[in-house]
T-cell receptor, first 112, second 114 residues
């Protein structure tokens, strides 16, 4: 049981490039989330999904897109990367919306 | 919507001393409350949670927290700090009755001095 996995661990992008952060979970959770963590700012919700085929915006969705074609996978797409997107990105999953979330190890992204 | 305030972005204690990390929340309905811990270069993991019932909740690694409705607080304590407790700690709240998303505090970095 791997829990929540994320790839890559680290990435450096140039301004204007695009990339996809991968996230997968093997706990059969319907709910999945993407957060970004900036120093001293806690976690900000980017997008979330309540099941395959259903996604919705969180607090800071601009500059990002998501899809959820399967229960297991929830990739996050960055289009036209900007320095403001330099952050650590965490994927999480949960059984329902209000209970414990299980987090992946994170992806550290730098945009130069 | 619910929100969380963690008092003190940095807390430093000596090894063996009491650890007290403060968390206050606002919620229009009875909340679910959580403490997560994040070790360097890792994701968050659950320390403990309060949903209903006993207001004193025990978690992993000797931590506990008490839900005080009258004070809207959920402070995290540990009687005796260990070097391995050095990490960042996040308080979080969700509103099960409103089916609202979990909201996290800004975090408190705990340093343990030898």
């Amino acid at each position: 049981n791997a829990g929540v996995t994320q790839t890559p661990k680290f990435r450096i992008l140039k301004i204007g490039q695009s990339m996809t952060l991968q996230c997968a979970q093997d706990m059969n959770h319907n709910y999945m989330y993407w957060y970004r963590q900036d120093p001293g700012m806690g976690l900000k919700l980017i997008y979330y999904s309540v099941g395959a085929g259903i996604t919705d915006k969180g607090e800071v969705p601009n500059g990002y897109n998501v899809s959820r074609s399967t229960t297991e996978d929830f990739p996050l797409r960055l289009e036209l990367a900007a320095p403001s997107q330099t952050s650590v990105y965490f994927c999480a999953s949960s059984y329902d919306r209000v209970n414990e979330q299980f987090f992946g190890p994170g992806t550290r992204l730098t945009v130069l | 919507a619910q929100s969380v305030t963690q008092l003190g972005s940095h807390v430093s204690v000596s090894e063996g001393a009491l650890v007290l990390l403060r968390c206050n929340y606002s919620s229009s309905v009875p909340p679910y409350l959580f403490w997560y811990v994040q070790y360097p270069n890792q994701g968050l993991q659950l320390l403990l949670k309060y949903t209903t019932g006993a207001t004193l909740v025990k978690g992993i690694n000797g931590f506990e927290a008490e839900f005080k409705k009258s004070e809207t607080s959920f402070h995290l304590t540990k009687p005796s700090a260990h070097m391995s407790d050095a990490a960042e700690y996040f308080c979080a709240v969700s509103e099960w009755r409103n089916n609202n998303d979990m909201r996290f505090g800004a975090g408190t970095r705990l340093t343990v001095k030898p």
